[in-house]
């Protein structure tokens, strides 16, 4: 027999007005005509229903993702990569979000997590001035969406707190398109500004803050990204952030060597598996790695002192000859185990049909792609490795008689991008004054070319709130421009 339930609930109306109801066209049409639903065709092309009652924020968070164009760096079913519900649950365990849902902090931590640029914004920390401006500012392009964090019974809707995308403002009207991510329940609807401002004012009874809401945007640039698949990315950040400081002061250091040997020799044995294979690899049909920002990267001072120092620290391993050329063996071995996320794996990992391709940018500098097929006993990937060569040499791995370290061959590339990330106060316990002002002459982030600036900025901001997200501290720093 067939069991009771709820088909739908009838939309309350007013505040709502139906997205397909005649009224609810007019307002399409008309806020068309005055430009400020440019977002809302990429959002509508990934709209989605929320696949759990407690989804909603993973579902709105997906669906904006996929809609900016976020490559996600990992499998979601078969070869694709994209991003689903099933695939954010590293802030909060998905079994624990079906039940509970997530809260506006971990979805802010979780937008982070996924490579997004994010400002987010208590209603209690804001104005609806300051609400509606930023509305109108992402209404008005592709490139941003605003996640709404708000209690429904402030449009006399059912239920309790729910995230919802915006997907367009009616400036005459001043009214919202909500693209309700629970469309089993309510289908997508327009709603007075003010009315939704005032579901956003509703304080969660659990943490006694205010809701809110933010904005998600693409950085200009990602090829530098950590992610949060790494299972051990919060002792990363906490080396990076809270132990270098804590190195740099334990010892007097005479000159950049020595302090680039503390950092290198210090590094947590899981380095390699936190990054997401940076200086990186992008098929073809993505339009090719971003070499404009390698070459802006390589051409910095602190580049040449890191690649100095790792050249010249480490021993040349086994090589490999891949069309008349010699090539470390790391590229073909130790790559292919870090991009599979199991560097200590013993699965028989090896390239086959490998090829390489040199390359020469504006300047002359050579840049060589490495292409291969990856075999790990069961299954094959191809592959494409982006190795800088400006020095004339490739990156291999290495041991020192302390600790074994193992460099893939954009090393240099990604210690150099972290250094350069670091917060100013990193190198203050250097008691040289000499070589302290000689540091600081090497990190400065003004003078950076625009896109590596853009690149570090957006890393400098994710480890601060990575590490914010990891002491459930972020919400000091929403709305906060980080620089």
């Known amino acids: 027999m067939a069991k009771a339930g709820f088909y739908r609930r009838l939309l309350p109306s007013p505040p709502a007005v139906e ?18 639903m440019q977002g809302f065709f990429k959002l509508i092309s990934y709209y989605q229903t929320q696949s759990e009652l407690a989804f909603c924020g993973l579902t709105t968070l997906s669906m904006v993702l996929n809609a900016l164009a976020i490559d996600p ?3 979601w079913k078969g ?13 909060e365990p998905l079994e624990t979000a079906k039940v509970k849902g997530i809260s506006f902090r971990k979805l802010v931590c979780l937008a982070h997590c996924a490579g997004a640029k994010v400002e987010a914004f208590r209603a209690s920390s804001s104005t609806i001035e300051e609400f509606r401006k930023y509305v109108i500012e992402c209404s008005r392009s592709e490139d941003c969406h605003v996640i709404a964090s708000y209690h429904r019974a402030a449009i006399k809707q059912t239920g309790g707190g729910h995230f919802s995308p915006i997907g ?11 693209l309700d991510v629970a469309r089993f329940k309510y289908p997508p609807h327009w709603v007075p500004l003010e009315v939704l401002w005032e579901g956003m004012n509703y304080v969660v009874d659990t943490t006694r803050l205010t809701r809110g809401f933010m904005l998600i945007s693409r950085p200009h640039r990602e090829l530098y990204t950590l992610s949060c698949k790494h299972r051990n990315w919060f002792k990363i950040v906490k080396f990076l952030l809270d132990d270098i400081p804590i190195l740099l002061k334990s010892e007097d250091m005479k000159d950049i060597h020595q302090i680039l040997s503390i950092i290198v020799t210090s590094l947590p044995s899981n380095f390699e598996e936190f990054i997401k294979w940076v200086v990186e690899i992008r098929r073809q ?12 990267l390589q051409g910095t001072e602190l580049f040449k002192y890191v690649n100095s120092y790792l050249s010249n620290s480490y021993n040349r391993q086994t090589t490999a000859s891949v069309n008349g050329n010699t090539l470390p063996a790391s590229v073909c071995c130790q790559g292919p185990k870090i991009l599979g996320g199991k560097p200590d794996s013993s699965v028989g990992y090896c390239c086959r049909e490998t090829h390489m391709r040199s390359l020469k940018a504006e300047d002359d500098k050579p840049i060589t792609t490495v292409s291969g097929t990856v075999v790990d006993g069961n299954s094959e990937h191809g592959v494409d490795v982006l190795i800088s060569s400006s020095s004339g040499k490739l990156r ?3 041991s020192n008689p302390n600790k074994n370290i193992s460099m893939h061959p954009a090393g240099t590339d990604v210690l150099t991008v972290l250094l350069l990330s670091l917060p100013s106060t990193t190198w203050d316990g250097i008691i040289d004054e000499q070589l302290l002002a000689k540091i600081r002459d090497l990190v400065p982030i003004d003078n950076l070319p625009t896109l590596l600036q853009e690149e570090v900025l957006h890393l400098r901001r994710q480890l601060h709130l990575l ?6 501290k972020v919400d000091k720093d929403l709305g906060a421009r980080f620089s």
Request: charged letters at 30%; hydrophobic letters at 30%.
């Open 467 to 472: 590490k914010r997200c990891q002491e459930g």
């Open 168 to 178: 367009g403002y009616h400036p005459e009207k001043d009214m919202v398109l909500i």
């Open 285 to 296: 049909e993505d339009g090719g790695p971003s070499e404009e920002v390698l070459k802006q």
């Open 396 to 398: 291999y791995s290495c």
């Open 73 to 75: 760096g990992r499998k």
């Open 19 to 36: 997205f397909a109801s005649s009224k609810g066209k007019q307002l399409f049409l008309e806020a068309i005509q005055n430009g400020t």
């Open 79 to 91: 070869p694709w990569r994209w991003f689903d519900e099933s695939m954010l649950g590293c802030w």
